[in-house]
Structure formats: structure tokens, C-alpha cells
């Protein structure tokens, strides 16, 4: 499985990004994807994730309430919706997805920048 992360750019606080996470490779919809991100100076850390079939999802307690990550598998695309933007949510997003425990792939990260 091969990701494609986009849609990062930089924003007021308070405004709204939507990243997308593009997939080839076969059978995608029998992986659970996450978002994680990456600020400067600071560890990767998980953000999101979602079940193969959009049934299951879980957030950062930073994030809940204020991202929305979503799936179509018919085109093999997972989406992260982020509103009320802050300063904080600054980072480098990355998109990765996994069979069962161990996320085993990842594509490569879009930045967000959010400006106060």
C-alpha cells in the first residue's frame, strides 16, 4: 500500500483544512488508517484513526470535537475535516494504515501551519 497525504497549507485559528490521504495498491479497504502529526521539536503523535469499513473511530483528546475523519473506500481515500484550527494543531501530518496492531505503512507528511 502506497499513501498520499495532501491538502495542508496555512491557516487563521478558527479556520478549517481538509487533508486527504490517497491509497493505490490492492485491497486498502481491508485497512484501518490513522493520521498522526508531528510538531517541531516535539514527537510524532497520534491524531485520528478509523476502521476498514468507517464503523470504528478514535481521537486525540486534543483533537475530539474538532476532527472528523472519515473513509471512501471506492476511492480508496481517507479524509481528516479540522476546524476551529489553533496554533497548536501546527505540525506535519502524516497518514498510515494497518491490518491489526502495527501501523505499517505511512505516506509522506503535509504541513500545516496555523496562525494566530
Known amino acids: 500500500v502506497q499513501l498520499q497525504a495532501s491538502g495542508g497549507g496555512l491557516v487563521q485559528a478558527g479556520g478549517s483544512l481538509r487533508l486527504s490521504c490517497a491509497a493505490s495498491?490492492?485491497?486498502?479497504?481491508?485497512?484501518?488508517t490513522g493520521w498522526f502529526r508531528q510538531a517541531p521539536g516535539k514527537e510524532r503523535e497520534f491524531v485520528a484513526q478509523i476502521s476498514w469499513n468507517g464503523g470504528t473511530t478514535d481521537y486525540a483528546s486534543a483533537v475530539k470535537d474538532r476532527f472528523t475523519i472519515s473513509r471512501d473506500n471506492d476511492k480508496n481515500t481517507v479524509y481528516l475535516q479540522m476546524n476551529s484550527l489553533k496554533p497548536e494543531d501546527t505540525a506535519v501530518y502524516y497518514c498510515?494504515?494497518?491490518?491489526?496492531?502495527?501501523?505499517?505503512?505511512w505516506g509522506q507528511g503535509t504541513e500545516v501551519t496555523v496562525s494566530s
Open positions: 495498491g490492492r485491497a486498502f479497504g481491508s485497512y484501518g
Open positions: 498510515a494504515a494497518k491490518r491489526a496492531i502495527t501501523w505499517d505503512y
